[in-house]
């Protein structure tokens, strides 16, 4: 099973931008599909962007299209999350997750998780 290590977090202004990292030991990266989940205090764990195997595909929720994107590098075993925009309502604890399913873009199609990232933007 894959490992998963986040890391680019942090405190960030409204208008801000940020880029997440998530870099994958212990499995066949560029055999999963990889994606970004984020989970706010008292909310339910979201969907936020998805990228299949190969990079050819990508999937983002509604409130970021156009604002982040997500990118993968199979050679360095790591995924991306580019966050420009930033808004307050985007503040949450942000996970990598892999799948083996060719395409991922709700909670239950990812199997392996990482320890998250918050992400905090202020108004």
């Known amino acids: 099973q894959v490992q998963l290590v986040e890391s680019g977090g942090g405190l960030v202004q409204a208008g801000g931008s940020l880029r997440l990292s998530c870099a994958a030991s212990?499995?066949?990266?560029?055999?999963?599909?990889m994606g970004w989940l984020r989970q706010a205090p008292g909310k339910e764990r979201e969907f936020v962007a998805a990228?299949?195997?190969?990079?050819?595909?990508?999937y983002y929720r509604d409130s970021v299209k156009g604002r982040f994107t997500i990118s993968r590098d199979n050679a360095k075993n790591t995924v991306y999350l580019q966050m420009n925009s930033l808004k307050p309502e985007d503040t949450a604890v942000y996970y990598c997750?892999?799948?083996?399913?060719?395409?991922?873009?709700?909670?239950?199609?990812?199997?392996?998780w990482g320890q998250g990232t918050q992400v905090t933007v202020s108004s």
């Open positions: 997750a892999a799948s083996p399913l060719r395409i991922a873009t709700v909670k239950t199609d990812f199997g392996s």
């Open positions: 212990g499995g066949t990266f560029s055999s999963y599909a």
């Open positions: 990228i299949t195997w190969s990079g050819g595909n990508t």
